[in-house]
């Protein structure tokens, strides 16, 4: 179970990069000029599409390390039904990972956007539904508002 001892302190590193990341005043608080504009309603629905976005990133990185364990076994297991038992299971948890944290949606919309398409129409639009009412639904949510720029476009 070698995953689960290493979650706490990837979150730990995680919560501690992005306050790092994120700019601040000589008080060490965010600048309310970042902010501006925000609704107290707004402000919590960024918070909790953040952390949203942090538990998909817990998740994906979970089922990455069973995966890689798999595969090791599969390569350096003592025989063959161990290799053959290694292979089968890094191939179900990796079918996990993508159906779960539905990473072909994702894909799919981030592909979309950067190609300036329209995500609320055809062939996008069920895969926007995907991601808008998983376990993540306000990140997707986030990233469906997001303004769609096509690749090479200037600002």
Known sequence: MYHKEKNASLTGA????????????KENQI?????????NWSKERLVFSMLQSLQMFISIYNKIILVKENLYLSKYGKNSYARRDGMLLAYKFT??????????SYADIFRAKMNGENIHT?????????????NYYEFGQLIVEQESKKVGQDD
């Open 14 to 25: 995680i919560v501690n990069q992005l306050n790092e990341w994120l700019p601040k005043n």
């Open 31 to 39: 600048p309310k000029e970042i902010l501006t504009g925000l609704d």
């Open 95 to 104: 079918n996990e990972l993508i159906e779960e944290n539905k990473l072909d």
């Open 122 to 134: 055809f062939p996008h639009k069920h895969h926007k539904l995907e991601i808008t009412h998983d």
